[in-house]
């Protein structure tokens, strides 16, 4: 507040001796005005009362900056500022004690937060909040933004128990992310060789996914240790409190770094916490099934994809949903908007991407569509285990519009003899009415019978059509793979794609092109290079990453000459342009660049238009 008012202002009461009734203005005497009059404090109107000259206050301006609405100015700036650092470079927040209006916005608006156990991330005091409600609901800032509320929430990426670990928590994120954004992947020697199995087979049952990612200590027959997809102790999991149907983070792949997104198998509980300011309000527990996205599962898998792309990060999404909950709550709840969302992040990621179904999983209807490659064929590529499904359906619903009863009796009466009898023998002429009678009583017990059987016939037919063999044959997959080896697969295939991208930002450098016509130029001077019973090789990670990487440590490589030849085409296709498009300059130019030559360059030169001027 504006002290220097604060202490002269004096009050115009509706009747002096009884304050109690209120007052009419705020004002200063004509004395007090004349002090600050210079100073500008106050915007003042001049009124008469009983003969005295008095300076009603209309504004307190103050003499001191920043004691009102100019500091949420600032604090715009700072959360714009913020906004655009996400995406600019890599943000990461520490709330080691308490952060309170735009200072939560800031965190959020960074986007990956560290919170310390004790720490509170709110808008409001819970003090402030308890005089508008005027009442004590709230007993403490934990009650508003504790870790269980913003780790539960999503807010807060990771929760640790002090200052130290945050630290830590901290420095481990960073080992992930590039140095710069131009900058490479920080690679590290792998805890294991990237050639080793996958031992941890994951099953039809609901199990923990991270036994997948991580490996786990395996009990009874299969005692011992079972390493699961990643190096050995690399996942660490981000969110996790909050929308558990669907697990990221952040790993490494032979000392390659990625980003994570899988799915939770097992039924998860989801608890809304009733609200002290509403006496009426009651926690509530709900079920999410596994497998499935809802609102909030779908929102975290869209963040999760943003944070990786402006990290730098390849992402690999073990794809295992069977859709979307379209239930009218969820509905009201905008999953719809959400799973866009996921569409949207895909549509802008910039570095590899992989989407691989892994055994016994499947991938159906909506959840396949808002994963297909085609969003970003640049980046995308999706694969499938050879004991994994994807289709429009799961089998049984297949079966209910296409393989009705009447399909499933179609298949009895043309399989089964004993059907195929009673059908010859009711087709015989002048057959009795009551002979008839009973051949279809027991054509009617035999269908009946046998009739279970041949429903689950209708759903292994329907099954087979969402097999591993019709993806790749329909060329909605890139290949089939086998899980034990899957691990080496995507480690060459990561480490060549990392190498492409590289090339085809060089290319980009000299002149813009798309990621498709860079890789198309590459693979051209692979063939080229090649001799003819090696072009068969393009398919083969390992080698082609190895061919790459000699071409470009070489200058005198085929690679290396056609980048130069196509950076020398460009710069000459831009000075041309440029002396067409100024031409009266063109003689200038020409001047500017013979003086740049060297001597036996502007001899060389000076031949040349002797020749030319000979013509």
Known sequence: LAEEVKSLLRVAWEDANHPDKGFKYLYLSAADYGKISAANSVNVEVVEVDGETRYKIMDVIGVQHGLGVENLRGSGMIAGETSQAYKDV??????????????????????????????????????????????????????????????????????????????????????????????????????????????????KMPYDPRSMLCGRLGEGEMAGWEDGFFDKDSFVETLQAWAQTVICGRARLGGVPVGVIAVETRAVEVTEPADPANPDSEAKTMNQAGQVWY???????????????????????????????????????????????????????????????????????????????????????????????????????????????????????????????????????DLPATEQQRLKDDLAKREASISPAYEQVAVKFADLHDRSGRMLKKGVVEGVLDWPTSREFFYWRLRRKLREFNFCRRVEKIQKCTQTEATALLKRCFVEEQSGDQNHRWEDNRFVYGWIKEQLRSKSSLLNKELHQMERVEVMSQLSSMMSQHADMALDMSFSLARRLTPEQREKLAEVLTQSAKF
């Open 90 to 203: 890599f943000t990461l927040s520490l709330v080691s004690c308490r952060t309170i209006g735009i200072g939560a916005y800031l965190v959020r608006l960074g986007q990956r937060v560290v919170q310390v156990d004790s720490s509170n991330i709110i808008l409001t005091g819970a003090n402030a909040l308890n005089k508008v409600l005027g009442r004590r609901v709230y007993t403490s800032n934990a009650q508003l933004g504790g870790v269980q509320i913003m780790y539960n929430n999503g807010v807060s990426h990771l929760t640790v128990p002090n200052d130290y670990t945050g630290v830590v928590a901290m420095l481990k994120w960073l080992s992930f992310v590039p140095k710069t954004r131009s900058s490479s992947l920080p690679l590290i020697h792998p805890a294991d060789a990237p050639e080793r199995r996958v031992k941890y087979i994951p099953t």
């Open 295 to 429: 609102p909030d599962s779908a929102f975290k898998t869209a963040q999760a994809i943003n944070d990786f792309n402006h990290e730098g990060l390849p992402l690999l999404i073990f794809a295992n949903w069977r859709g979307f909950s379209g239930g009218m709550r969820d509905m009201f709840d905008e999953v719809l908007k959400y799973g866009a969302l996921i569409v949207d992040a895909l549509r802008e990621y910039k570095q590899p991407c992989f989407v691989y179904i892994p055994p016994k999983a499947e991938l159906r209807g909506g959840a396949w569509v808002v994963l297909d490659p085609t969003i970003n064929s640049e980046v995308m590529e999706m694969y499938c285990d050879r004991d994994s499904r994807g289709g429009v359906l799961e089998p049984e619903g297949i079966v209910e519009i296409k393989y009705r009863q009447r399909d499933i009796q179609k298949t009895i009466h043309r399989l089964d003899p004993v059907c195929q009898d009673i059908i010859k023998k009711l087709s015989l002429p």
